[in-house]
């Protein structure tokens, strides 16, 4: 057997190329918090006007950005990638023109900087106030998706924030067109492009050095697929906001209307399958599944869409379709992605509960009912970021919410919880206002 010796060559330039990627990625973070102060003093009429002039530009040069990301596909098609990872990397004018009055819309909203959270006069005068205040520098790592790199760029900028945006290498140029862009709106308008940085893509130690810049980067948003989510909130020592995968359940109730119920799963399931608001499973109470579970298979067919149900689905007459296939263990707990959708039939309200505690991501849920009661239950009982009463889990999310866009939908529970709009990009800071007032002894 022969064997070989790695090169001195080879040893001595990895470390080299390991620490040269940390200092452009720290660099950037410098550049950041430069950039961050300046933006912490402009006041609204400045940042507004700039993102409208961002909005303009997106418009003005939508033929490079779709030239781009037409070769960004070409590469994505050619390496085989999935429908639904080339659907989230596919811009078009419609979608350029969507991400444009996103940041008009974010315009609009008032600016949360300086609000009042409250206030008060102590005892012996001393006047106090907790203010809103930027984050700082908020690190974004995120999988296709080139919207997330304006939506991420306006909703920092009216907060004051800048942004590090670590893209995936698939997006490569339709992101670099886009910061371009907007960078140029920046200098335009003498505010510092800096405010909006994309960290380099092709060394996924860019994201280690990304999340571990403490004291460089003040927090970190991953948004994507369950395992990139997970890296980032288990191996960042910045502080993180957990956005979770969207495992999202539609429970037809005893009480519902079942033309209804089939207007609200197809909208859940099949509007737009690759986002993280998608329903993934349809849950029906035992009472009406033997009348709504072949209208909802039908209409789930005429969609493209493939039931994955278990055995109670199955033994339903007439959900025998070419589009149903016996559930496995794995598809409770799939986020698919895809046009599928795991089904099962429940004996009731609590069990069907129960079935998304176990199995549900806590992203978003939706019951759909006319007994008030049922919903009230459903609404107090899941544990999830959004509860849809009769509507679709597709509203999950900023836009809809009246938010303008948003930069990640949180599944924690500290800080921010759903949709992130504005106020939760921002922190607090508590202002004394004395005069001359000193701490008694003791």
Request: glycine fraction near 8%; charged fraction near 20%; proline fraction near 4%.
């Amino acid at each position: 057997m022969t064997t070989t010796t790695e090169s001195p060559s080879t040893t001595d330039t990895a470390p080299a190329q390991g620490e040269e990627l940390r200092a452009q990625v720290h660099d950037a973070a410098r550049r950041g918090q430069r950039a961050a102060g300046d933006l912490a003093l402009a006041n609204r009429d400045a940042k507004d006007a700039v993102l409208h002039a961002m909005a303009d530009a997106l418009l003005e040069r939508d033929a490079e950005i779709l030239e781009a990301n037409g070769r960004d596909l070409e590469t994505a098609r050619e390496a085989g990638l999935p429908g639904s990872t080339v659907d989230r990397l596919t811009l078009t004018t419609d979608r350029v023109a969507s991400m444009a009055e996103g940041l008009r819309t974010v315009a609009a909203l008032p600016d949360p900087i300086g609000e009042v959270v409250r206030g008060s006069v102590l005892p012996n005068g001393l006047q106090l106030q907790q203010v809103r205040v930027p984050l700082g520098v908020v690190g974004m790592v995120y999988e296709g998706r080139p919207n997330v790199t304006v939506d991420a760029a306006g909703l920092a900028l009216k907060s004051g924030n800048a942004v590090l945006l670590r893209g995936s290498s698939s997006a490569e140029r339709s992101n670099a067109a886009l910061v371009s862009i907007l960078a140029d709106v920046l200098r335009a308008h003498a505010l510092p492009a800096e405010a909006v940085q994309l960290v380099p893509c092709h060394d996924r130690a860019s994201v280690q050095h990304l999340i571990t810049a403490r004291g460089l980067v003040d927090v970190v948003i991953p948004r994507g697929g369950a395992g990139l989510i997970s890296a980032v909130v288990e191996q960042a020592t910045v502080p993180a906001i957990e956005t979770g995968a969207g495992n999202c359940h539609v429970y037809v109730d005893a009480h519902a209307d079942l033309d209804t119920a089939v207007r609200i799963l197809l909208n859940s399931k099949a509007r737009r399958v690759s986002v993280c608001n998608a329903a993934e499973t349809l849950l029906v109470h035992r009472d009406i599944a033997e009348e709504f579970l072949p209208k909802a298979i039908a209409a789930l067919r005429s969609a493209g869409v493939t039931v994955h149900g278990d055995k109670r689905v199955l033994d339903v007459e007439g959900a025998g379709a070419s589009n149903v296939v016996a559930a496995t263990d794995e598809d409770w707990e799939t986020e698919y992605g895809s046009l599928d959708i795991a089904a099962a039939v429940v004996d009731s309200l609590p069990e069907a509960v129960a079935h998304i505690a176990e199995h549900g991501t806590g992203h978003t849920e939706a019951i759909v009912t006319a007994d008030l009661r049922s919903a009230r239950q459903f609404s107090a009982r899941v544990d999830a970021a959004a509860v849809m009463v009769n509507a679709s889990t597709a509203f999950t999310d900023g836009a809809q919410f009246g938010m303008g866009a948003e930069i990640g939908i949180s599944t924690q529970k500290l800080h921010a919880r759903g949709p992130m709009g504005l106020p939760e990009l921002t922190s607090t800071k508590w202002l004394a206002f004395g005069d001359g007032h000193v701490r008694p002894a003791g």
